[in-house]
């Protein structure tokens, strides 16, 4: 059974940095790519970062330059640090994993990654 589970989610103010992690089981998560989404009150859905299988970073624009995503395929787990924080950030991040295994790039749609966090909350106050 395939198993997301996100931690390092809080309150920051803005300006300041989380990094949260994603330790995945229960598939080999080498041969996938990873992704981070977030859904704000009201909004949907939408990607914020993603790692292919061969661990090249994607990120949306609104996050380029400012959030890192890493993974550590011998502990199955997935980073996303988030430095200069914005209160437009403010929302519950998901980790999630690609249906397709080998992947060229990255896709940003959703539907795409079959497997889910429960989410973690992260609020940046202004």
């Known amino acids: 059974q395939v198993q997301l589970v996100e931690s390092g989610g809080g309150l920051v103010q803005a300006g300041g940095s989380l990094r949260l992690s994603c330790a995945a089981s229960?598939?080999?998560?080498?041969?996938?790519?990873m992704g981070w989404f977030r859904q704000a009150p009201g909004k949907e859905r939408e990607f914020v970062a993603g790692l292919s299988w061969s661990g090249s970073p994607y990120y949306s624009d609104s996050v380029k330059g400012r959030f890192a995503i890493s993974g550590d395929n011998a502990k199955n787990t997935v980073y996303l640090q988030m430095n200069s924080l914005k209160p437009e950030d403010t929302a519950v991040y998901y980790c999630s994993t690609d249906r397709m295994p080998w992947r060229v790039g990255i896709t940003t749609h959703s539907w795409e990654y079959d497997y889910w966090g429960q989410g973690t909350q992260v609020t940046v106050s202004s």
């Open positions: 229960g598939r080999t998560f080498s041969k996938y790519a």
